[in-house]
């Protein structure tokens, strides 16, 4: 959520927010990488922690103490 509200101030301020840097600048224009090109280990790794959890879940629905 901090990167999105640094993207979201440079771009009230007409400027171009530089992914690779995390600066807005006023002079030159960058174009968008998605998080998941920027990120994939965390993006992977949250879904990968997800199934994890869906799986104790449905494990602990059949399983009664």
Same mark, same amino acid.
């Given at each position: ?10 771009l009230? =301020? ?6 690779? =840097? !995390? ?10 990488i ?13 879904? !990968? !922690?997800?199934?994890?959890? =869906? ?5 602990? =629905?059949?399983?009664?103490?």
């Amino acid at each position: 959520m901090y990167e999105q509200s640094l993207v979201g101030d440079c771009l009230d =301020l007409g400027g171009s927010f530089n992914y690779e =840097l !995390l600066v807005c600048d006023q002079e030159n224009n960058h174009s968008f990488i998605p998080y998941m090109a920027r990120h994939p280990q965390f993006v992977n790794g949250g879904m !990968l !922690l997800s199934v994890i959890g =869906l799986f104790f879940c449905i494990i602990g =629905l059949y399983k009664r103490s």
